[in-house]
């Protein structure tokens, strides 16, 4: 049967994209809409606008449980939806601001107000489009990656598959996800972690206090799963980080994440060369030009894509520490099941997977990556893998 020119453009594209390439792109210019043009063939005529749309609107996340690090707590997360229609498809994004973050729902809609994706004739363009998103302000990392997400679900949308698929991973190969336990009393961690029973096969627990010992065996008492630690930047010196590590490691956890506080790199360097477990890099690493300069500092790096400003630099960042030879772990504000899945696209790529923000909410807005057994289990749905409610 002879294949149609929407069919041979989808398979096309795909192989395209997934070698890397920018399909159709020239310099960058507003398009006029085509006037008087015979449709092709049998092609169908695709409704939508024929220049890419850009909407948003604030929303925000209701936590189930108050969420406590060494440092703040809260129960809510303001967040910014953001939807860009083109030819009948819609791609969906998000921006999520916790308070260390900086950026609040003020700040990404001053943002997104300045975007102009309708100078673009084609979304396939990623690296030109998402580098002109980069150049409009120094920081917004949030706000850029809303935009990168939703440009990333409605370019897969349009070939037909899943980004993992486009990238070339197996699916099956996607870790575990951590569910968090955060700081709080006794009675709450136990209740918290009794909750998680028979549904994940690791968890992760918030630390940075000056009762981490009491924390770690309140969990303990209740459960055998191996535990990931945060440390939020919560520890002070290196000696004692470093006998607390041996102690943990002697309880079941099998891996630190940010132990002390960004800048300390003779101190961190010293404590990784000695640990007995793998440290992870969180607030110490935000975009790609931070990666080589963890090299020897940590074991890995923590990704979030509200930190790099979204899938295209992640991406980038999994590839860069692959080859340095350093451990990769995904993670995650809280956030709806639309940036979560995104991130997800790249989790078979990762040791470790802390994608478990849609978990935390009462209020999610999408279907998308699910946790069976403990595992992540990636929709086939094609772009970012998400339905909306």
């Not at 709080?184 to 549904?199: Q, S, W, Y």
Request: hydrophobic share 40%; glycine share 8%; net charge negative.
């Amino acid at each position: 049967m002879k294949q149609s020119r929407r069919d041979f453009l989808r398979v096309a594209g795909l192989a395209a994209v997934g070698a890397g390439l920018a399909i159709g792109c020239g310099q960058r210019k507003r398009v006029e809409e085509p006037v008087g043009e015979e449709p092709l063939g049998e092609e169908p005529v695709v409704a939508g606008p024929k220049r890419m749309k850009l909407r948003f609107y604030p929303y925000e996340l209701q936590l189930q449980h108050t969420f406590t690090v060494s440092s703040y707590s809260r129960n809510t997360t303001p967040g910014v939806q953001v939807e860009i229609d083109y030819q009948g498809f819609t791609g969906y994004g998000e921006a999520s601001m916790p308070p260390y973050l900086g950026q609040s729902v003020e700040s990404v809609t001053a943002f997104l107000q300045q975007v102009d994706l309708e100078q673009f004739a084609d979304p396939f363009c990623l690296e030109d489009i998402l580098e002109y998103v980069d150049s409009l302000s120094p920081g917004d990392t949030a706000a850029k990656a809303a935009v990168d997400i939703a440009l990333h679900d409605l370019v897969g949308k349009m070939l037909g598959a899943p980004w993992y698929r486009i990238w070339g991973y197996d699916a099956a190969k996607a870790p575990s996800t951590t569910f968090t336990i955060g700081i709080d009393t006794p009675e709450v961690m136990k209740e918290k972690t009794l909750e998680c029973a028979g549904r994940f096969n690791i968890l992760k627990v918030k630390l940075g206090t000056d009762r981490d010992k009491e924390i770690i065996e309140t969990i303990r008492s209740v459960t055998d799963l191996p535990l990931a630690v945060d440390v939020n930047q919560g520890w002070g010196e290196r000696f004692q980080a470093l006998d607390m590590i041996y102690w943990l490691k002697e309880h079941g956890v099998v891996m630190v994440e940010q132990p002390l506080a960004i800048g300390r790199y003779d101190d961190q360097a010293w404590l990784n060369e000695r640990s007995p477990l793998p440290i992870f890099a969180d607030e110490s690493v935000q975009r790609l030009p931070d990666v080589p300069r963890m090299h020897g500092l940590f074991s890995g790096i923590n990704i979030k894509l509200m930190k790099c400003t979204g899938l295209r630099e992640a991406h980038r960042m999994v590839e860069l520490a692959r080859a340095l030879g350093m451990k990769v772990m995904l993670g995650c504000m809280t956030e709806t099941s639309c940036a979560v899945s995104a991130a997800a696209q790249l989790s078979p790529a990762a040791d470790f997977a802390d994608l478990d923000g849609n978990l935390l909410i009462s209020n999610d807005l999408f279907s998308g990556v699910t946790v069976v057994d403990g595992k992540l289990t990636l929709p086939s749905a094609p772009g970012i893998g998400v339905l909306k409610l």
